[in-house]
């Protein structure tokens, strides 16, 4: 089991930047890929970022050269930098992890919002 606890949402103007943290109960070093999701009012939700125990990264084409996604072992927290925000990028942003044990656990925070405004 994995619990995945979101923070650094909130209000920001287009142009501005804004960082998300994702805590997990439990070692990241130990889970396979973790990522960041987002759902905005209406629409599916779509993968943002997402990198690998091995800090293998991937990018949606919306968000390349804007954001940035890492992790610190040390912390088990994975950061998601996002500078240039569009209001576009407005949504709930949501952390994912992947294990793979005997089969594939998916596992996913509450959410934080985002929301940029023009």
């Known amino acids: 089991q994995v619990q995945l606890v979101e923070s650094g949402g909130g209000l920001v103007q287009a142009g501005g930047s804004l960082r998300l943290s994702c805590a997990a109960s439990?070692?990241?070093?130990?889970?396979?890929?973790m990522g960041w999701y987002r759902q905005a009012p209406g629409k599916q939700r779509e993968l943002v970022a997402r990198?690998?125990?091995?800090?293998?990264?991937n990018y949606a084409d919306s968000v390349k050269g804007r954001f940035t996604i890492s992790r610190d072992n040390a912390k088990n927290t994975v950061y998601l930098q996002m500078n240039s925000l569009k209001p576009e990028d407005t949504a709930v942003y949501y952390c994912?992890?992947?294990?793979?044990?005997?089969?594939?656990?998916?596992?996913w925070g509450q959410g934080t919002q985002v929301t940029v405004s023009s």
């Open positions: 994912n992890a992947i294990v793979v044990d005997l089969r594939l656990n998916n596992y």
């Open positions: 990198i690998t125990s091995g800090s293998n990264t």
């Open positions: 439990r070692s990241i070093s130990s889970i396979n890929s």
